[in-house]
T-cell receptor
Framework: DQQVKQNSPSLSVQEGRISILNCDYT??????FLWYKKYPAEGPTFLIS?????DKNEDGRFTVFLNKSAKHLSLHIVPSQPGDSAVYFC????????????FGKGITLSVRP | KAGVTQTPRYLIKTRGQQVTLSCSPI?????VSWYQQTPGQGLQFLFE???????NKGNFPGRFSGRQFSNSRSEMNVSTLELGDSALYLC????????????FGEGSWLTVV
């Protein structure tokens, strides 16, 4: 059972425009969410996170929005740059001594020059 | 500050063999977790170690095992390799694994032939 779902496998955006990457989750116990970016042949790199006590967190060009009632979060990148082209993973965890990250399958973002 | 280091980066094994992968976490990090990435499956959690103890485990068969040493370095072992074990194995470390950001290594590419 996929507890973290990234239903769109790919997204293509023009340079300078906004990229919106979506993620849905089913486990209501999840209370901490992260986004990772991954280039080919490299490990995932942490981008941004959000706790369930917030509905928005911003870091430069990256903003994550959380809608707890809909169990949905999104990552906005604005403006998008060609160097943003990568696979983006959404991940979630729940508070507890044995917390672990549950990842989605990833979205491949392509930013066209 | 050195990042997470994984060795070897690439290896090819034959069905039925066993393999050991190594991970050195970021200095000061005591939690080490392992993930398997296969095409179309995202990152799947294998297990997490903290202070030499397995604290959490994913849904993988017993052929997958790991351990952590007193210096926080970790190894994972896969016995009786199957073709389906071909994947990128990622190690990640964090301060204590409790809602901390986890940092990934570059991974070990395993091909089983």
């Amino acid at each position: 059972d996929q507890q973290v779902k990234q239903n769109s496998p790919s997204l293509s955006v023009q340079e300078g425009r906004i990229s919106i990457l979506n993620c849905d989750y089913t486990n209501s116990m999840f209370d901490y969410f992260l986004w990772y970016k991954k280039y080919p042949a490299e490990g995932p790199t942490f981008l941004i996170s959000i706790s369930s006590i917030k509905d928005k967190n911003e870091d430069g060009r990256f903003t994550v929005f959380l809608n707890k009632s809909a169990k949905h979060l999104s990552l906005h990148i604005v403006p998008s740059q060609p160097g943003d082209s990568a696979v983006y993973f959404c991940a979630a965890s729940n508070t507890g001594a044995n917390s672990k990250l549950t990842f989605g399958k990833g979205i491949t973002l392509s930013v066209r020059p | 500050k050195a990042g997470v280091t994984q060795t070897p980066r690439y290896l090819i094994k034959t069905r039925g063999q066993q393999v050991t992968l190594s991970c050195s976490p970021i200095s000061g990090h005591r939690s080490v977790s392992w993930y398997q990435q296969t095409p179309g499956q995202g990152l799947q959690f294998l297990f997490e170690y903290f202070s030499e103890t397995q604290r959490n485990k994913g849904n993988f068969p017993g052929r997958f095992s790991g351990r952590q040493f007193s210096n926080s370095r970790s190894e994972m072992n896969v016995s009786t390799l199957e073709l389906g074990d071909s994947a990128l194995y990622l190690c990640a470390s964090s301060l204590d694994g409790l809602r901390n950001t986890i940092y990934f290594g570059e991974g070990s590419w395993l091909t089983v032939v």
